[in-house]
């Protein structure tokens, strides 16, 4: 059996000490800052794709306590921890994404960080998510970013690691009715620097817009219409019949995303 996250499935504790990091940390800061601009109303439901042992989605719960979290987890023993230290507004589900059919509610927000590139299908992933998710719900994902060397190389060979395909996955969003609001790269210093200091920081503000340089990739979607393409009035029918709306449904605006903005009707390229 293929391991669902690299060494790691059965030590949840070491698992979680190790997520305890200046990556991480920085990881937590830039999605809090995006579920800021999202501006979800209160009580609004936000998803976590692999939540894992709760590191990220726990600092959220405490962070937002006007929102409520949920994660999807395929290792029990993840959720299990993760659930001792969850707050009030914080739940977890054994699950995957593409089995996570006990959600009660649509999420308005939908995060994954780092899971992706350990998913087997894209195109099932994305069609769980669209089937799950509220209208005009967002999507922030980030992902290793495989065209710097070191991350590709790492990817490629690591245990129960593969490389993550922007481009391709961009691809078929669109085909499910995901529009690309926005991509970047992020991160320059490793998992392995727990607090790095003043100058380092600075370093990795500049160097990690340069592409071949960032360890992590971004993605921002919102939830409507599929457009372009041979199936793309099937698509667009699909979305109103699912989501109960007439016509197209418009996303909100693009506030605060350092990064490339992708103009609606624009085909996606290499990130």
């Not at 920085?26 to 709760?54: K, M, W």
């Not at 971004?218 to 219409?225: A, K, Q, R, S, V």
Request: aromatic share 10%; hydrophobic share 40%.
């Amino acid at each position: 059996m293929q391991p669902l996250n690299s060494t790691y499935d059965d030590n949840p504790e070491r698992y979680d000490r190790l997520r305890d990091c200046w990556l991480n940390r920085r990881h937590e800061e830039f999605i809090a800052a995006r579920l800021n601009c999202y501006q979800r109303p209160a009580d609004s439901l936000v998803l976590e794709i692999g939540s894992g042992t709760g590191w990220l989605l726990n600092r959220l719960g405490a962070r937002f306590p006007a929102l409520r979290f949920a994660g999807v987890e395929p290792i029990a023993g993840y959720v299990e921890y993760a659930q001792k230290n969850a707050a009030p507004n914080v739940r977890y589900l054994a699950s995957t994404l593409e089995q996570a059919d006990a959600l009660a509610e649509s999420p308005r927000a939908v995060l994954s960080n780092d899971v992706l590139h350990h998913v087997p299908s894209y195109e099932e992933a994305l069609r769980a998510a669209a089937r799950l998710a509220a209208p005009a719900c967002r999507w922030l994902a980030i992902e290793p970013n495989c065209k710097n060397l070191y991350t590709f190389v790492k990817q490629a060979t690591g245990y129960g690691e593969q490389n993550f395909w922007p481009g391709r996955f961009r691809r078929m969003a669109a085909r499910e009715g995901w529009r690309l609001d926005g991509k970047g790269h992020l991160f320059l210093v490793p998992p392995s620097v727990d607090q790095p200091p003043q100058w380092m920081q600075a370093i990795e503000r500049f160097g990690e817009r340069v592409p071949f340089l960032a360890g992590g990739v971004y993605l921002e979607f919102t939830l409507g219409p599929a457009a372009g393409g041979s199936d793309g009035e099937q698509n667009r029918r699909h979305y109103e019949s699912r989501h109960h709306v007439a016509g197209p449904v418009l996303h909100g605006e693009n506030d605060g995303v350092v990064g490339e903005r992708v103009a609606v009707g624009q085909h996606p390229d290499a990130v």
